[in-house]
């Protein structure tokens, strides 16, 4: 069968508006989809619909399709979108009221069920604790009101829509990944236990489910992209089989190569047991091949049974914020901040009086500054408290009254304002016979949908991992890679000594990669040679690192262990970190629980979703191999 060509066209609620309109007239596509969910997303949905019951979807993707769905239909292209948020159901009603004064014959359904917030009670009443996955605590024991929560669905509503004759699926939260699964599933026919060709499936939603991410947006090697124009949005070919070809339309801006790809699917992951409701993807085993010009294939992608649970997002109002930032010019920075710092709480009778309260100086002034510019760092002051009174106009205020009374070359950037309400992040599981998932069509008929069924006895991951008794080193070797060249690497044993085996290719070649590279060194940053893609889940953060080469990604795993990695990043010093290999990627990840705090709405970090962690380790300065770096110019 010929390949279903499927399209993304937004990675986030914001993303650009013209997008479905440049896929749709670039021709060639089957399927236009759009990612517009995150966590903070479903926060900004819930406030949206507070102050209007008719909203709590994302208004973008109406406006988008006004413009665009009768070309989509001209051309007989199917939408499947999560737009729908928090309210499906009142976006499909607009979308049939959009095509009913535009004239157009659009048959749109809706997938609901993901909606739990009404039913937290029943569920605790089951026996489900709502323990929150990365502290254990149960949700009863927080003391909380959730105003949202939410499962995440997978495939089988969008496949049951489209069999039914739908032109647009709207949904509320599906894994990103499932926008891709269902029109995959329903083109080709796929059962429910077709394990592999999901997993497939699974590994092309998630490298398109953030739209340019894998078209050279955020890329690490700025200097791999062809020009400085925004990237095209990304289109995976999927074969029956599950495979897919990554590319984009012919003459739009930034690349799709190997790197792009690799970075992407690195991006938000944890280990190689990438979980959806329908299938476990083992990313451990995905080949990633270029097959020509902005054309990456997507292969060998094992899959293992879906899992008993589903994930839930569960937010609450977790008080009110507000901050303040001081500039500190010049001289004796650290002592001017002090001096702000105490004078402010001082005047606010004391830290104690809030919450939480923080103070973070961020940057440095360069030595001998030839412009304002380079002589400044900030002094970011948060305070956050249930009472919006502690932290409104009483914080900002008492702020703005130092402006005269404190450090030399004192002035604000951030002008007096009121508190904000700030949301926390609560991931937790429940069983997947416990959510109800309902398809509507758009003549009201309601089809309940059946998970997939899980269980079973899964397939061993392709790297096979053994433990040697007497030294405690654990050998992992990889599937092959594209080019039939078999990568082998270690990992670190218990007294940080590594053990590097060789194994024969079909050609019969041995290939092995030590972490030991002889020769001279240098001092450079890490992102000279290795590439980096970070990013949020939660309160958790991810940063996947990848070589270019076998030999860079057998230095890698040898080198950048769990201790180094916390010695870089400082911040994660205390912190869990979890280790990851993905040999067949020749790439590590590494989850940072806790780093961002009660998740992006809550964290008080600079760089609340973690999208800069990566590029911070990248410009680390460490001893790298000289040999490598020939490589990486």
Known sequence: MEPLRIANCSGFYGDRR?????????????????????????LILWRSRSRDPALGYATSFLAQMEECLGLAMDSGVKVVANAGGLNPAGLAAE???????????????????????GR?????????????????EPLAAAGVTPVTANAYLGAWGIV????????????????????????????????????????????????????????GGNYAFLHELPDARLPGFPIAEVMADGSAVVTKHPGTGGLVSVGTVT???????????????????????????????DRVLLNGTRGEPAPDRLKVAVNYLGGFRNSMSFVLTGLDVQAKAAMAETALFERL??????QTAEARVVGRPAEDPASAEEAVAEL?????????????????????????????????????????PYGVFWPTLVPADLVEQVVVLDDGRRLPITASPPGGVPRPPVGERSRRADSGASVVHSPQSGGGAAVVHSSESGGGAAVVHSLQTDNGAAVVHSPQIGGPTARVPLGRVFGARS?????????????????????????????????????????????????????????VVGLLGEGVSSSTRIDPQAKGLGEWLRARVVDLPAALLQQGD
């Open 263 to 293: 970075a992407q699917l690195l991006y938000e992951i944890a280990g190689p047991a990438y979980e959806n409701p329908d299938v476990i993807a083992r990313f451990d085993t995905v080949t990633v091949e270029a097959v020509g010009p």
């Open 160 to 215: 049951a829509a489209l069999d039914a004759g739908a032109d647009v699926v709207v949904c509320g939260r599906v894994t990103d990944a499932s926008l891709v699964v269902g029109p995959t599933a329903w083109h080709f026919g796929w059962a429910a236990d077709d394990w592999d060709r999901l997993a497939g499936a699974v590994v092309a939603g998630h490298v398109l489910e953030c739209g340019t991410q894998a078209t």
């Open 18 to 42: 013209s997008a479905p309109r440049e896929l749709l007239e670039g021709g060639g596509i089957d399927v236009l989809t759009g990612d517009y969910l995150a966590e903070l997303t479903m």
């Open 349 to 354: 009778g004391g830290r104690e009086r809030f």
């Open 95 to 117: 979308l049939r009221a959009l095509a009913g004064r535009l004239g157009l014959p659009a048959r749109v359904a809706h997938v609901e069920g993901d909606d739990l917030l």
């Open 380 to 420: 970011r002051v948060t305070v956050k408290d249930p009472d919006p009174a502690k932290v409104g106009r009483a914080f900002s205020n008492a702020a703005i009254e130092l402006a005269l009374a404190t450090y030399p070359g004192c002035y604000t950037t951030t002008p007096p304002g009121e508190a904000t």
């Open 535 to 591: 990013g949020d889940k939660g309160g958790t953060a991810n940063v996947g690192v990848w070589a270019r080469s076998g030999e860079a990604y057998g230095f890698l795993a040898g080198f950048l262990t769990v201790g180094r990695f916390r010695q870089l990043v400082p911040e994660a010093r205390d912190l869990e970190v979890r280790r990851h290999e993905l040999p067949n990627l020749l790439a590590l990840n590494f989850v």
């Open 120 to 136: 937290l009670d029943d569920l605790r009443l089951r026996g489900e604790r709502l323990a929150n996955t990365d502290t254990g």
